[in-house]
């Protein structure tokens, strides 16, 4: 068997192979004697069919399936051992492989398409300096989730005229016919300021007519109306009718231990000192988590951007519409390639970071994990200690579970982790901390 590799550039090769009789017949022949032992075909004895009628009925098939066989083994063989940095999968040429007359020929050759990956350097130093926004939790944070607490475990009542503070349920229609929208919902609060005395001294069954482009100046708030999309929603415009069926109005919890042990659980927090406190952590918790992941977008936009890599785009883009059966078409290419490149960039940085690097995850640690998830999504400890003798079942099912994805979600998980850990550690965090609201609009503003 020969095998060579013809690179047309840096990025790019044909991996040609030649399969000679010597390489393959030895296989054949021994697959033909295992077909004869445990063939049952009518008019002979089982395990005493001649080879000869074998090959007449199979032979064609058998030495199909052995070439592949053959092949996939020595391309991969030759990809290691020659340590290709290939990308995706080798592209058979297909038209060369229609020409093969199976029933004739002794000697059969195959052709290849590979896409490469050049050697690359990245830097991870002190030298790079990525921008950190941690947010800073406010008073007016703080005041505006107590208020929106005390009203989400409030009393609800249901008032015959409609105020400020209310909310309405009803029918919605248009000056359009065909639309209408039997459970509508208004939050008076969110209704523009000017707009806002319309729908103040409402009753059941009354309506009151608007023009929706001035209702909300929020468009998430039209859009929940209609029941549209953002996107939709910025165009909308017309009269609308609103037809009252209920008015609700929560008035607000009070601050005592009722409210506490509903919002944190029994005997969590026992005071408003403790309470405040409280809320002031987990908020800070979820800022975070928002701002850490923020972060590590940063430092995607620097590798990527700052890291020189160059990747075979012809290749890709065949191997892309290829491996997809067709469901990667010309267009949807031209318009997402880029954010695959950029996808991929990033990966080959990582992986070359915990290469250099011997980062790895251990088994046990993808179980450990597994075991805090199922603790967290079942009530924490106190259910850890109920089922103690049933944990690690439950965890190597769950791991097993999806032909093992979940074991590879978590071992891709841990491992992205460990990787952004030790870059972290290595450069140089540039921290600027932020109101909640700045850093809505850093965000804004970084989006591409």
């Known amino acids: 068997m020969e095998i060579t590799l013809n690179k047309k550039n840096n990025t790019e090769g044909l991996i040609k192979i030649r399969v000679t009789e010597g390489d393959y017949q ?21 395990g005493k069919v001649p080879t000869g009628v074998i090959k007449k009925m199979f032979g064609k098939s058998i ?20 340590n290709l940095k290939i990308l995706g999968e080798p592209l058979p040429d297909q038209q060369k492989a229609l020409s093969i007359d199976w029933d004739t020929q002794k000697i059969f050759e195959f052709d290849y398409e590979i896409g490469m990956v050049e050697d690359f350097n990245y830097e991870l130093s002190s030298k790079v300096k990525v921008k950190s926004y941690p947010i800073e939790v ?11 607490l005390k009203k989400r475990f409030g009393k609800v009542t249901y008032p015959e005229a409609s105020e400020a503070s209310d909310n309405l349920f009803g029918e919605l229609h248009s000056a359009d016919p065909d639309f209408k929208r039997e459970h509508a919902f208004i939050a008076i609060e969110n209704v523009e ?9 409402l009753k059941k069954d009354e309506q009151v007519e608007f023009e929706i482009s001035k209702l909300f100046s929020d468009e998430a708030h039209t859009a929940q109306l209609l029941g549209l999309s953002p ?27 009722e409210l506490f042990d509903r919002v944190f659980g029994k005997d969590a927090v026992k005071s408003d000192e403790e309470f405040i406190a409280k809320i002031k952590e987990t908020i800070g918790e979820n800022y975070k988590r928002e701002s850490d992941h923020f972060f590590e977008h940063h430092i995607e936009d620097y590798y990527v951007e700052n890291t020189s890599i160059n990747l075979p785009d012809n290749f890709l883009k065949t191997w892309l519409k290829t491996s997809s059966k067709g469901e990667v078409t010309d267009d949807v290419i031209e318009k997402e ?19 250099d690097n011997k980062i790895s995850v251990e088994a046990d640690e993808v179980r450990a994990k597994a075991k805090d998830l199922i603790i967290a ?24 579970n999806e032909n093992g994805q979940n074991f590879m979600k978590l071992y891709n998980q841990l491992r992205a982790e460990k990787i952004l850990k030790l870059i972290r550690e290595k450069i140089t965090v540039q921290e600027k901390k932020v109101t909640v609201d700045e850093f809505k609009k850093i965000v804004e503003e970084h989006k591409h």
Do not use: C, M
Request: aromatic share 10%.
């Open 26 to 46: 030895p296989h054949v022949e021994e697959k033909v004697k295992d077909y004869a032992r445990k063939a049952n075909i009518k008019g002979f004895r089982q």
């Open 63 to 82: 030495l199909v399936e052995e070439i592949n066989q053959l092949l996939s083994h020595k391309l991969s063989d030759y990809i290691k051992e020659n």
């Open 138 to 148: 406010d008073t007016k944070v703080i005041d505006e989730t107590i208020t929106d």
């Open 193 to 201: 300021k000017k707009e806002q005395k319309k729908f103040i001294g």
């Open 231 to 257: 996107e939709e929603a910025k165009n909308a415009k017309g009269k609308y009718i609103f037809k009252i069926n209920t008015i609700s109005r929560t008035e607000p919890a009070e601050s005592n231990q």
């Open 337 to 355: 390639f880029d954010i695959y490149k950029r996808g991929l960039k990033w990966d080959l940085v990582k992986n070359r970071i915990a290469e």
């Open 377 to 400: 999504q079942f009530g924490g400890r106190a259910f850890a200690e109920q089922i103690s003798d049933k944990l690690d079942g439950i965890t190597e099912n769950y791991l097993q």
